[in-house]
């Protein structure tokens, strides 16, 4: 499988594992966004279901956790918080990251998903080992002492938006009745 991705306002030809991590990433973003077709932002801040979750704010999280996890194949676990010491005000902006706020607009939204998302594209491409790891970052979630791939975590941020892309299809469809599929 061949793939043409754009690196640095030029393409690249990758193939292999590379290819298909790029095709699986696409294929997840684009259902996940294909929800907020013809949107407006008081409808992306809509709950439609008991979930507090809304479009907007499911595009939001969705950037914060890849630009999140993309930090770490980078920098390592310094990427990410430190959970053990999160304050209140650390919980309050993170529970904003789920929500589209007042001064918020789903057209910059998805810019910025789209921002991150050529930032990880960019980095399957150009990453000379997808093998490199790091130790997870302590946090309950995590064992202790547990390490993770790069080639681990982009399969994760692909599960993540595949989730939130189902997620994001049931809130739609309850917002106004459109379906990404069938």
Same mark, same amino acid.
């Given at each position: 499988?061949t793939?043409?991705t754009?690196?640095?306002?030029q393409?690249?030809e990758?193939t292999?594992?590379?290819?298909? *991590?790029l095709a @699986? %990433? /696409?294929?997840?973003?684009?259902?996940? !966004?294909? +929800?907020t077709?013809?949107l407006?932002d008081?409808?992306?801040?809509?709950?439609?279901?008991?979930?507090?979750?809304?479009l907007?704010?499911?595009i939001?999280?969705?950037?914060?956790v890849?630009?999140?996890?993309?930090?770490?194949?980078?920098?390592?676990?310094?990427?990410?918080?430190?959970?053990?010491?999160?304050?209140?005000d650390?919980?309050s902006?993170?529970?904003?990251g789920?929500r589209?706020?007042?001064?918020?607009? *789903?057209?910059? @939204? %998805? /810019?910025?998903?789209?921002?991150?998302? !050529?930032? +990880?594209?960019?980095l399957?491409?150009?990453l000379?080992?997808?093998?490199?790891?790091?130790?997870?970052?302590a946090?309950?979630?995590?064992?202790?002492?547990?390490?993770?791939?790069?080639r681990?975590?982009?399969?994760g941020?692909?599960a993540?938006t595949?989730?939130?892309?189902?997620?994001?299809?049931?809130?739609?469809?309850?917002?106004?009745?459109?379906?990404?599929?069938?």
């Amino acid at each position: 499988m061949t793939v043409n991705t754009p690196s640095s306002h030029q393409t690249s030809e990758v193939t292999g594992e590379r290819a298909d *991590l790029l095709a @699986a %990433l /696409a294929q997840s973003r684009h259902f996940l !966004r294909f +929800t907020t077709r013809d949107l407006t932002d008081e409808q992306a801040r809509l709950r439609t279901t008991a979930s507090e979750l809304s479009l907007g704010g499911l595009i939001k999280h969705v950037t914060e956790v890849e630009r999140s996890w993309v930090d770490f194949i980078l920098n390592g676990p310094s990427a990410m918080p430190d959970y053990a010491t999160m304050s209140e005000d650390d919980y309050s902006s993170w529970e904003d990251g789920f929500r589209l706020l007042p001064d918020e607009t *789903l057209a910059g @939204a %998805l /810019a910025e998903y789209e921002k991150v998302a !050529r930032r +990880t594209d960019e980095l399957v491409v150009s990453l000379p080992d997808l093998n490199v790891d790091h130790p997870l970052p302590a946090a309950p979630w995590f064992k202790p002492g547990e390490r993770r791939s790069a080639r681990r975590v982009l399969l994760g941020i692909i599960a993540e938006t595949s989730q939130h892309a189902g997620h994001a299809d049931i809130i739609r469809e309850s917002l106004d009745g459109a379906k990404s599929m069938g």
